[in-house]
C-alpha cells in the first residue's frame, strides 16, 4: 500500500532510512522545521537549515523514490528567545516560494510559556499574510492539554485563520476531540514510548473515524521509529479495518491536507487495483 509520512525529520535519519521507507511503500513525507538537537545560536545556521530542506533533502529523497516536501519555522524548543526568533521569521519569506514548501510549521508551544505564545502569534500573523497553511506542535506529557487549549484558544480568536488549513500535530487521547470539534485537522504521532503507540492510535480512530485525521512517525532525534506508519497499517489490518479506510488515513487525507498548499507540487501515483 502506498502512504505518506506527515511529519518526519528526515535530517536526523541516515539514507537507509529512505531505502527502509520505499521499500514500505512511502511515495512522499513532509519534514517540518525542528531542533536540531541543540539550540541554535544564529539566523546564519536557520537559513543554512532552511537551505539544507529545500534544496539537500528533496535530492535525498528523490533517490529512493520519494517526493519530500517541508515547512519554515523556529520550533517551539528554541521559541524562548525571542530576538533571535525574530531575526528567523524575518527569513522565511525567502524561502516560500520554493517547490514543496508548504507552510509555516512546526509552530506551537513547549513550556507554554509567554515568549512562546509571542512567537506562535508572529508565526501565525506571517502565514495569514503569506497565504500558508499552519503545522502546529503541541506541548509534551503534563503540557499537553494545557497548551494545546492555549493553542487552540489563540488560533480560533483570530478569524482570518481557517481551520481546515491547520492541522494540530500530537494529539492524544485527552486533546483529539478539542482540536477535531474546532474544525482543525489532527495530527496522531507514533512514538515507542511517548505521544501515542501505533495500537493507541487505532483506538482514536475505532472512537473519532478517520475524517481530518493524519498519522505520522515523527522519526526525529530521540527514540522514534521512521516505520511507525507501516505498523499503524498493520495494525488496523489486524483489527479488520478495510482498505479503503487504511488508505484513507495513510494516503489521500494527508494529500487532501496538503494540496492546499500554494506550493503543492506532488503527483501521487495511482494505487494499483
Known amino acids: 500500500m502506498y502512504y505518506l509520512d506527515p511529519h518526519i525529520h528526515m535530517v536526523s535519519r541516515i539514507t537507509d532510512d529512505y531505502e527502509r521507507l520505499a521499500r514500505a511503500g512511502c511515495v512522499a513525507v513532509s519534514e ?6 541543540f539550540d541554535r545560536g544564529s539566523a546564519a545556521a536557520f537559513h543554512d537549515y532552511f537551505r539544507q530542506l529545500t ?4 535530492k535525498r529523497a528523490a533517490s529512493y523514490g520519494i517526493h519530500h516536501m517541508c515547512w519554515l519555522c523556529i520550533n517551539a524548543k528554541e521559541a524562548e528567545n525571542v530576538t533571535l526568533s525574530r531575526e528567523v521569521i524575518a527569513l522565511i519569506p525567502e524561502f516560500l516560494g520554493r517547490p514543496g514548501v508548504l507552510g509555516i510549521g ?16 508572529e508565526h501565525v500573523e506571517l502565514a495569514m499574510k503569506t497565504d500558508e497553511l499552519i503545522l502546529v506542535h503541541t506541548p509534551h506529557l503534563q503540557d499537553k492539554y ?7 484558544d489563540i488560533l480560533t480568536s483570530d478569524r482570518r485563520v481557517r481551520p481546515e488549513r491547520v492541522l494540530i500535530d500530537h494529539v492524544e487521547e485527552h486533546t483529539i476531540q478539542l482540536a477535531l470539534d474546532a474544525g482543525f485537522w489532527v495530527g496522531m504521532t507514533l512514538y515507542p514510548v511517548t505521544k501515542c503507540t501505533p495500537e493507541r492510535a487505532a483506538d482514536m480512530i475505532d472512537t473519532y473515524g478517520t475524517q481530518r ?4 512517525s515523527a522519526g526525529d532525534w530521540g527514540p522514534s521509529n521512521p516505520m511507525n506508519v507501516p505498523n499503524l497499517i498493520r495494525t488496523l489490518r489486524a483489527r479488520g479495518h478495510d482498505e479503503m479506510t487504511i488508505h484513507r488515513i495513510v494516503y ?7 494540496s492546499q498548499a500554494r506550493n503543492w507540487n506532488f503527483n501521487p501515483p495511482v494505487p494499483a487495483e
Do not use: H, S, Y
Open 32 to 37: 517540518p522545521a525542528f531542533w536540531a538537537g
Open 55 to 58: 534544496e539537500v533533502e528533496p
Open 106 to 121: 512546526e509552530i506551537g508551544l513547549n513550556k507554554n510559556t509567554r515568549n512562546e505564545v509571542t512567537v506562535f502569534e
Open 146 to 152: 494545557k497548551g494545546t487549549r492555549m493553542i487552540v
Open 213 to 216: 485525521i493524519l498519522c505520522n
Open 252 to 258: 489521500a487525507n494527508p494529500i487532501r491536507f496538503f
